[in-house]
């Protein structure tokens, strides 16, 4: 069975410190890597995809892929107290029909 | 902006009757839309795969007579809660990814059923 695991957390950070989140996944056939923030009573938002191995940046956010380790991670830089939700990490395996994994997600709170 | 709609947000209903809840990809089509649910302070789960043209795939344990399905055109799929009870009460979200992969959220559907 594939799984994705994440720490549930709640991680929690001053402001203007650096979040790392991780995640860890069983399926090595795995090809795609996403993070999604959701605030409470909403919806995921996409905030990052990665496919390769190494870093990717985009603004204040990092994600981090370790295919050999099957690691990704993602790192907030300059954390701000409007960063605080669960993050998702959700992985897709090759073939799957655009279906996802996601993690149970973990909770980051920024305390101002 | 939003690329996946959904509606409507909030739902309230008396037990017994039937929900429609409406999906729609607005600027790319998709053949495949997924359904999930998700109670407070739970995490994300996977009702059903809806596929345009063909039968959804319903996860296992989630019953396709009381969870219908209709995926009628490549940027609209519905999902339809037949005779809701209280115990359905849920945030109900759609998702629908675009060709180059990325998945995308609906705004999610507050089910409340009295």
């Known amino acids: 069975q594939k799984e994705v695991e994440q720490n549930s957390g709640p991680l929690s950070v001053p402001e203007g410190a650096i979040a790392s989140l991780n995640c860890t996944y069983s399926?090595?056939?795995?090809?795609?890597f996403f993070w999604y923030r959701q605030y409470s009573g909403k919806s995921p938002e996409l905030i990052m995809f990665?496919?390769?191995?190494g870093d990717k940046e985009d603004g204040r956010f990092t994600a981090q892929l370790n295919k050999a380790s099957q690691y990704v991670s993602l790192l907030i830089r300059d954390s701000q107290p409007s960063d605080s939700a669960t993050y998702l990490c959700a992985v897709r395996s090759g073939g799957s029909n655009y279906k996802l994994t996601f993690g149970k997600g973990t909770l980051l709170t920024v305390n101002p | 902006g939003a690329v996946v709609s959904q509606h409507p947000s909030w739902v309230i209903c008396k037990s017994g009757t039937s929900v429609k809840i409406e999906c729609r990809s607005l600027d790319f089509q998709a053949t495949t839309m997924f359904w999930y649910r998700q109670f407070p302070k739970q995490s994300l789960m996977l009702m059903a795969t809806s596929n345009e043209g063909s039968k959804a795939t319903y996860e296992q344990g989630v019953e396709k007579d009381k969870f219908l399905i209709n995926h009628a055109s490549l940027t609209l799929s519905t999902l339809t809660v037949t005779s809701a009870h209280p115990e359905d009460s849920s945030f109900y979200i759609c998702s629908a990814p675009r060709l180059t992969g990325e998945l995308f959220f609906g705004e999610g559907s507050r089910l409340t059923v009295l």
């Open positions: 399926d090595r056939g795995s090809q795609s």
């Open positions: 990665i496919y390769s191995n």
